[in-house]
């Protein structure tokens, strides 16, 4: 096989893996009113469902990616998988909602060895920087092409097979990854790996776990409820202790002054906004769907479909904007369109016509698709190429980090209102919470991505590769 059809191989592996876990995410989130019946899980029940995965991928995505660095990209690559894949099958057998949580757990584990350690390899396999942007810019449409696939897939086996089979079918496919990448990815190693920092890494799970568990359990708990308020203390002396430790280390788990980089910094807290952005969206969407206005699953994954085809169709776009004009252009365009989003959908009733809502969905599915090409660009190019492991679990982090706070953030907002009043008025205040971080995107997408933030990646990139 030729040199570029071989790369072009790794790519499609790589983008397979992601697909395997973007894929699992919808589909989730579009199970969880049979979970809620079947399992007779709360609401809390069902946003650790999504957070217990969410949170310990974001906590294990450094790890993950510095193990890789050191031990070999293709080897914790094909160990994630195999963990990925027993993790569903035992998801698929849960019998408490408390067994799903443990099962989605160790699925995390798995899923953190897949995506910071695929895009490491795409990014050591295309060294030339335009091809790189259109390989960076393929792989970040697999998420718009899971959000597609998903919810028409996960509302044919809900309704056909129940929401056990959605997990049972990333077992053949798993298999088939696992073989594919023993045959066709090479190995890769970094030639200066970083030494381990398992106190850096005890303090990042704490910081982020007992921040959701306080959101998610507060509005049951009692937000002045010592339990809650002690969740959010604990979380912030741990977040102060990572980063007066990270400082001391030599090789820290985090090296902070990557921050520097202001297409760095601007990235993380794009990732945020728009993954928290979009966790919420359809978790919030899937129980308005099924559980107000009685839809079924399959037809509320076909609702959702203008979304997804517009995430699918921007995504190459905006690859091929990030490689001719820069990431600017792409981002103000993805924050106007989740911040018009939240502006359509913060008018939603229990009886809200259907074009309005796909036309608020539909705006949803632009600005998403615009979000991941920049982002992954940007967070890439602020560190150098032998460290291409820490710059992809930085990017992941932050995604899943927003995706965690997404997911608790505002349905803790609609819990806090919804036994006194209807979904539709409810859930109102979340929605402008997603049009705010639609504006965000916007306004630090364009603040970090001209010619003082050029300079400011430069430098930063400059001191790492010399340090």
């Known amino acids: 096989m030729s040199v570029p059809h071989r790369r072009f191989l790794v790519l499609g592996i790589c983008c397979f893996s992601l697909f395997l876990t973007s894929l699992d995410t919808t589909i989730v989130n579009l199970a969880l009113p049979e979970i809620e019946d079947e399992l007779d899980a709360p609401l809390s029940g069902l946003q650790w469902t999504i957070d217990a995965y969410t949170v310990v991928l974001a906590s294990l995505l450094l790890l993950s990616g510095s193990v890789a660095d050191r031990f070999g990209r293709r080897r914790v690559f094909q160990l994630g998988l195999l963990v990925f894949t027993a993790a569903s099958l035992l998801c698929g057998i849960a019998?408490?909602?408390?067994?799903?949580?443990?099962?989605?757990?160790?699925?995390?584990?798995g899923a953190s060895m897949l995506n910071p350690v695929a895009l490491s390899i795409v990014v050591n396999t295309f060294t030339d920087a335009r091809e790189r942007a259109r390989a960076i810019g393929v792989w970040?449409?697999?998420?718009?092409?899971?959000?597609?696939?998903?919810?028409?897939?996960?509302g044919l086996l809900v309704d056909s097979a129940g929401w056990r089979s959605i997990f049972w079918i990333n077992i053949p496919a798993g298999i088939a990854a696992i073989l594919l990448t023993a045959r066709f990815v090479p190995e890769s190693r970094s030639p200066r790996p970083r030494r381990f920092d398992p106190l850096g890494q005890l303090l990042v799970v704490v910081a982020l776990a007992s921040l959701i568990f306080g959101i998610i359990e507060g509005p049951h708990l009692g937000?002045?409820?010592?339990?809650?308020?002690?969740?959010?203390?604990?979380?912030?002396?741990?977040?102060?202790?990572?980063?007066?430790?990270?400082?001391?280390?030599?090789?820290?788990?985090?090296?902070?002054?990557?921050?520097?980089?202001?297409p760095m910094s601007g990235a993380t807290a794009i990732a945020l906004c728009g993954f928290a952005a979009l966790s919420g969206f359809l978790f919030l969407n899937s129980l308005y769907l099924q559980d107000v206005r009685d839809f079924s699953a399959l037809e509320a994954g076909l609702l959702t479909l203008p979304?997804?085809?517009?995430?699918?169709?921007?995504?190459?776009?905006?690859?091929?904007?990030?490689?001719?004009?820069?990431?600017?252009?792409?981002?103000?365009?993805?924050?106007?369109?989740?911040?018009?989003?939240?502006?359509?959908?913060?008018?939603?009733?229990?009886?809200?016509?259907?074009?309005?809502?796909?036309?608020?969905?539909?705006?949803?599915?632009?600005?998403?698709?615009?979000?991941?090409?920049?982002?992954?660009?940007?967070?890439?190019?602020?560190?150098?190429?032998?460290?291409?492991?820490?710059?992809?679990?930085?990017?992941s982090t932050s995604r899943q980090v927003g995706a965690s706070l997404g997911a608790a953030v505002?349905?803790?907002?609609?819990?806090?209102?919804?036994?006194?009043?209807?979904?539709?008025?409810?859930?109102?205040?979340?929605?402008?919470?997603?049009?705010g971080c639609g504006l965000l995107i916007g306004v630090i997408g364009s603040c970090t991505t001209g010619r003082w933030g050029k300079r400011t990646a430069e430098t930063t990139a400059a001191e790492l590769a010399a340090a």
């Not at 092409?145 to 897939?153: D, E, F, I, Q, Y």
């Open 223 to 262: 937000w002045t409820a010592p339990e809650t308020l002690g969740c959010f203390l604990l979380s912030a002396i741990a977040s102060v202790a990572f980063v007066r430790h990270e400082k001391r280390r030599e090789q820290p788990l985090l090296d902070l002054r990557l921050f520097a980089s202001a």
């Open 95 to 109: 019998p408490t909602v408390e067994w799903l949580i443990g099962f989605r757990v160790l699925q995390a584990v």
């Open 140 to 154: 970040s449409s697999v998420v718009g092409l899971s959000m597609a696939v998903g919810p028409v897939t996960g």
């Open 307 to 395: 979304m997804a085809a517009l995430a699918v169709l921007c995504a190459p776009v905006a690859g091929r904007l990030v490689g001719v004009r820069g990431p600017r252009i792409p981002l103000v365009l993805s924050g106007a369109g989740i911040a018009l989003s939240g502006v359509v959908l913060a008018g939603l009733e229990d009886d809200t016509p259907l074009p309005w809502l796909i036309a608020g969905y539909a705006l949803f599915g632009l600005g998403f698709g615009m979000l991941n090409a920049p982002v992954t660009a940007t967070a890439v190019a602020g560190l150098p190429t032998a460290q291409a492991g820490v710059a992809a679990a930085v990017a």
């Open 410 to 435: 505002l349905p803790a907002v609609v819990a806090v209102q919804l036994e006194e009043s209807g979904f539709g008025e409810a859930s109102r205040p979340a929605w402008w919470i997603m049009a």
